[in-house]
């Protein structure tokens, strides 16, 4: 399973009932089919809250080789040492730069992570004076409001 999810990470769950079929000769349930994609899926490529654990690592490796970007994050510490994201913003130094050459309209969209805590990935773009978009700033929240941008 874990190298189907490989090959395809949006592999889907009609297909794994399919493949238990014509491997087994069995009919596995929607649940079971679905519990098993998830487990390929973490093993493939970890769970939220591991993500969530390397994410200074990665904001770290981010700044250290992109000079002058902004990164800002908080986080909710629970008892036993770990943490899980509150929200996590970062720009990069050149998409700063460029935003004084734009039109200052900022369209900011949002796609949900589909993850047990519900956060929110956004982005705020911009046109630059050649209709192209322009990715200004990116940030990973509980939520989508006011309180997650300031």
């Known amino acids: 399973m874990e190298s189907l999810v490989q090959v395809d990470p949006a592999y889907d769950v009609k297909y794994v009932i399919e493949h238990a079929n014509s491997k087994y ?15 390929a899926r973490e093993n493939v490529y970890g769970t939220w809250e591991s993500s ?4 200074p690592k990665y904001m770290g ?6 000079p002058r970007t902004i990164v ?13 994201l509150g929200y996590v913003f970062w720009a990069y130094r050149p998409c700063i730069k460029a935003f004084k050459h734009c039109r200052k309209i900022l369209a900011i969209d949002g796609t949900p ?3 047990k805590y519900r ?22 929240v509980d939520d989508e409001s006011y309180r997650s941008w300031h």
């Open 113 to 115: 992570l589909y993850t």
């Open 52 to 55: 969530c654990q390397f994410l």
């Open 119 to 140: 956060h929110k990935l956004l982005i705020s773009n911009t046109l630059d004076t050649n209709q192209k978009i322009i990715s200004v700033a990116y940030a990973i």
């Open 61 to 66: 490796a981010l700044q250290r080789y992109n």
């Open 72 to 84: 800002e994050w908080r986080h909710k510490d629970r008892v036993d040492g770990v943490f899980t």
């Open 25 to 39: 000769n069995y009919t596995i349930s929607y649940q079971k089919a679905w519990q098993a994609l998830k487990r």
